[in-house]
C-alpha cells in the first residue's frame, strides 16, 4: 500500500556561531558568504544596522544578529563573515556572524518546532535541531530580518 501521507522535507542548514550559541539557517535564504569588509555608516538607522555594502555594484544593507539579539557588540576577527541573505528577488540583507561552521542536513524528526509565545525574540526561532548530539537554533529569517525593534 502507498503512503500518500505528505511528509516534511529534509533541509539543509549553514550553522553558523555567534558567542558560544549555534544557529542555523536555511540555505535556500543564503546568496553568499563573503568575508568582511568595509562598512559605510548610516546615520540614524536602528542600533544592530550596521551601515552599507557594495558587494559587485550592489549597495546592501548590513546588520549585526549580535546585536539583533541583544549580546555584546561584534569582535572582528579573520572568522567573522557576512551571509548575504536573499528572502526574495527585491531584498538582500547582509548579517554578520562570528564565523561559518558547517552545512548539516536535518531531518524532520530532529527538529523541535518552537510553541506559539508571546516573548518575541523567541519569535526568531523556527525551532531546535538535534544534530551529533548538539542543540542548533534554527532561525526564522524572515522574523530576525522583517522585524522593527
Known amino acids: 500500500m502507498e503512503d500518500i501521507s ?9 550553522v553558523v556561531q555567534l558567542d558560544n550559541e549555534q544557529y542555523g539557517i536555511d540555505i535556500q535564504y543564503i546568496d553568499n ?6 562598512i559605510t555608516r548610516v546615520p540614524k538607522a536602528q542600533s544592530y ?4 555594502i557594495n558587494l559587485r555594484g550592489e549597495v546592501m ?20 563573515r557576512i551571509i548575504i541573505i536573499k528572502l526574495d528577488p527585491q531584498s538582500t540583507v547582509g548579517i554578520i556572524v562570528d564565523q561559518v561552521k558547517e552545512v548539516v542536513t536535518m531531518e524532520p524528526e530532529n527538529i523541535e518546532k518552537v510553541q506559539n509565545t508571546t516573548d518575541k525574540k523567541m519569535g526568531y526561532l523556527y525551532g531546535v535541531g538535534k544534530h551529533n548530539g548538539e542543540l542548533i537554533s534554527l532561525l526564522n529569517m524572515f522574523n530576525v530580518i522583517e522585524d522593527d525593534e
Do not use: A, C, W
Open 33 to 38: 558568504i563573503v568575508r568582511m569588509q568595509r
Open 6 to 14: 505528505i511528509k516534511e522535507e529534509v533541509k539543509q542548514y549553514i
Open 61 to 80: 544593507p548590513v546588520m549585526s544578529l549580535r546585536l539583533k539579539f541583544g549580546l555584546e557588540d561584534d569582535k572582528i576577527t579573520n572568522k567573522t
Open 49 to 52: 544596522f550596521m551601515g552599507v
